[in-house]
């Protein structure tokens, strides 16, 4: 495994982020496809062998149940100080209010049964609540060591620069990573919100690097209890599928010409785009074995420009 540091901290990160929305009670009925505590504790603990430590979770994600589950399977496969742990905070009630943010961080920690989360996540900007009084909410978690650093997940460029404005103008902590829907079949984000990271050396860790598995396989669609019942996704790629089945083609070209698989190529594609750590939603093992393997993966800067080339603009999806 590799390591990187995440943005402006001293924060050691994994190349792989275990995306942890899989994990959870299905009769939350958040989604059908959810592991139950076995099966999420058996992807985790693979995860902690492979040299992952780097999870990501949200306060929401089957009712809280994702967050109990995450919290118990590192307690007993691994130590606190050897894993970094990312939740999230927006779909709840009060959204990014002051008193939210104080009640889902106590929920969380309590769930995840640790006094602290290594990144604090802000699921979605809030239209309704001023800025200031977000910002300096999580400031106080900062302060109160609850904390050790802020995130944030997708929104418009410019909403995020005026959250990273405000916390500069009154002294706040600032955030250190954006979560992001981006991979080869939407590339939105690189027209403002993605350079406005680099300037800030926020590091980029997306979620949907597969594009919901359709950049894993030829097949775009696939018999799986996910792909049959995700509607979300559904929505995110299949209006588009005529256009950009002609990407997936050309995945599945230099998988073969690198002797690896089509996983591995797009995720070699976001490394070569400078991403930190993508987000892995693994059902299975061998899905980490996998994405593990697109380290060993180095494109060419024909291979980039082979892969990118036929991308046509897409509507926004994820920041609304």
């Known amino acids: ?64 149940t994702s967050e109990e589950y995450v919290g118990k399977a590192l307690k007993k496969h691994t130590t606190r100080d050897k894993v970094v742990i990312a939740t999230k905070v927006f779909f709840n009630e009060g959204h990014l209010s002051r008193q939210a943010i104080l009640r889902e961080i106590d929920g969380s920690l309590k769930r995840l049964g640790t006094d602290y989360v290594d990144l604090y996540i802000i699921h979605r900007f809030d239209k309704d609540t001023p800025m200031e009084e977000t910002m300096e909410a999580l400031d106080s978690l900062v302060k109160a060591g609850k904390v050790r650093a802020l995130g944030a997940s997708a929104m418009y460029g410019y ?17 250190v990573s954006m979560q992001n829907h981006y991979n080869l079949l939407y590339r939105e984000d690189e027209r403002e919100l993605i350079p406005l990271c680099r300037q800030m050396n926020v590091a980029l860790t997306p979620y949907s690097p597969l594009a919901a598995g359709r950049l894993s396989r ?41 002797q690896a698989s089509m996983t591995q190529i797009a995720l070699a594609w976001l490394f070569e785009k ?47």
Not at 30 to 36: N, R, V
Not at 159 to 175: E, I
């Open 1 to 64: 495994m590799e390591y990187g540091i995440l943005g402006n901290t001293d924060i050691r990160v994994s190349r792989l982020c275990v995306g942890c929305m899989s994990f959870g009670d299905p009769a939350s009925k958040m989604h059908a496809w959810t592991l139950d505590p076995a099966r999420s504790e058996a992807i985790i603990a693979h995860a902690l062998d492979l040299g992952i430590n780097f999870f990501d979770t949200a306060n929401t994600y089957s009712a809280g």
């Open 159 to 175: 909403q995020f620069h005026n959250l990273q404005l405000t916390a500069q103008r009154n002294g706040w902590t600032p955030f």
């Open 218 to 258: 030829l097949d775009w669609k696939s018999d799986t209890l996910r792909s049959q019942t995700d509607t979300t996704a559904i929505a995110k790629y299949d209006t588009t599928q005529e256009q950009d089945y002609f990407l997936v083609q050309r995945v599945h070209e230099l998988a073969d010409k690198h």
């Open 274 to 320: 400078g991403v930190a750590a993508p987000i892995i939603g693994a059902t299975r093992e061998a899905y980490l074995d996998d994405a593990a393997g697109a380290l060993k993966v180095k494109l060419t800067a024909e291979d980039v420009r082979y892969l990118e080339e036929l991308y046509h603009p897409h509507r926004v999806m994820g920041a609304l």
